[in-house]
T-cell receptor, first 114, second 114 residues
Framework: DTAVSQTPKYLVTQMGNDKSIKCEQN?????MYWYKQDSKKFLKIMFS???????INETVPNRFSPKSPDKAHLNLHINSLELGDSAVYFC?????????????FGPGTRLTVT | QQQVKQSPQSLIVQKGGISIINCAYE??????FPWYQQFPGKGPALLIA?????SEKKEGRFTISFNKSAKQFSLHIMDSQPGDSATYFC?????????????FGTGTRLTIIP
């Protein structure tokens, strides 16, 4: 049973397009995250949500807009895609806040902008 | 600002040998130091984590050594196996009123050769 799932797994699109990546977790966790992993494998947090409320927004261009319709879902919408947006995007979730809780990562979405 | 520095970038170890990956941090507000393991095409997964008031933590073949005064910590993999070949990330964790954040190192690609 998949704990954190993302769709699609691969996304190839042209510059200027708008695209969305969906994430779902079935772990009952309160906190969800989006990370970006660039071509050098560097992993950096973009956003975190706790109980559908935005907690972290790490100086990400406002072309990126996360949306959390409920605790189990956190989607990422990207407007006006640029070449530099090409990366692997990971969704993650953790049990709660106020201490160290393991973050469970999804399988990633490889976004290629041409 | 790279708050967690990781070395080496890549490492080749013979089967049965000891793999050692080092990290140094700057932010003394980190309250946990986890290590994540990532296989190709997969999301990172928590391997082992340590609190800054503990000098060593061991789980099976994996050991974290922590030096608070030097602001350094390292991962030791004993009896390294081909199945350990993966990319390893150290990280620093901050928890601040529900604001959970992991800051990752740059990753080490480990290859275990027969």
């Amino acid at each position: 049973d998949t704990a954190v799932s993302q769709t699609p797994k691969y996304l190839v699109t042209q510059m200027g397009n708008d695209k969305s990546i969906k994430c779902e977790q079935n772990l009952g966790h309160d906190t969800m995250y989006w990370y970006k992993q660039d071509s050098k494998k560097f992993l950096k947090i973009m956003f975190s949500y706790n109980n559908k409320e935005l907690i972290i927004n790490e100086t990400v261009p406002n072309r990126f807009s996360p949306k959390s319709p409920d605790k189990a879902h956190l989607n990422l919408h990207i407007n006006s895609l640029e070449l530099g947006d090409s990366a692997v995007y990971f969704c993650a979730s953790s049990q709660g806040a106020g201490g160290f809780y393991e973050q469970y990562f999804g399988p990633g979405t490889r976004l290629t902008v041409t | 600002q790279q708050q967690v520095k990781q070395s080496p970038q890549s490492l080749i170890v013979q089967k049965g040998g000891i793999s050692i990956i080092n990290c140094a941090y700057e932010n003394t507000a980190f309250d946990y130091f986890p290590w994540y393991q990532q296989f190709p095409g997969k999301g990172p997964a928590l391997l082992i984590a340590i609190r800054p008031d503990v000098s060593e933590k061991k789980e099976g073949r994996f050991t974290i050594s922590f030096n608070k005064s030097a602001k350094q910590f390292s991962l030791h993999i004993m009896d390294s196996q081909p199945g350990d070949s993966a990319t390893y990330f150290c990280a620093g964790h901050i928890s601040n009123f529900g604001n959970e954040k992991l800051t990752f190192g740059t990753g080490t690609r480990l290859t275990i050769i027969p």
